[in-house]
């Protein structure tokens, strides 16, 4: 009977550690960074799917920019927000998907200086496919 009751206890510890797991589905502790970008100057949409997947060394600089922005970046500006009436140009970008596990849907313009600061913090993302 008691070695019956050490293997039960044996079998439970065993699918308790099994469950802990090692790594994530990408080889990487941590929260998935995926996202998907868009970009257009007021002609052709441009598109990028962007995968932060392995060390930071691997992944490149614009996972690196992405990780590091604060998530009130993905934020829009507040309805009751003051906003100089300049009008920055014809850009919009989105970014759509998940950053280190937190979903992220924000899109970006110059219509306003408020729109204008935001899409300051990203522009770096979509530099490549605006041509910068």
Do not use: H, W
């Not at 052709?44 to 962007?50: C, D, E, I, P």
């Amino acid at each position: 009977m008691a070695k019956s009751r050490l293997l039960s206890v044996v079998a439970v510890l065993m699918v308790a550690l099994a469950a802990c797991g090692g790594s994530s589905a990408n080889g990487v502790d941590g929260p998935a960074t995926k996202v998907d970008l868009t970009y257009s100057a007021g002609g052709a949409t441009k598109t990028q799917s962007l995968d932060c997947i392995g060390s930071a060394t691997e992944q490149g600089p614009s996972c690196a920019l992405l990780k590091k922005l604060p998530a009130s970046a993905f934020e829009p500006a507040p309805k009751d927000a003051v906003c100089t009436m300049i009008y920055g140009g014809p850009e919009t970008a989105t970014i759509k998907g998940q950053i280190d596990g937190r979903t992220v849907d924000a899109t970006f313009s110059r219509t306003n200086g408020c729109e204008i600061d935001r899409f300051k913090k990203v522009e770096p993302l979509f530099a490549e496919m605006a041509g910068n």
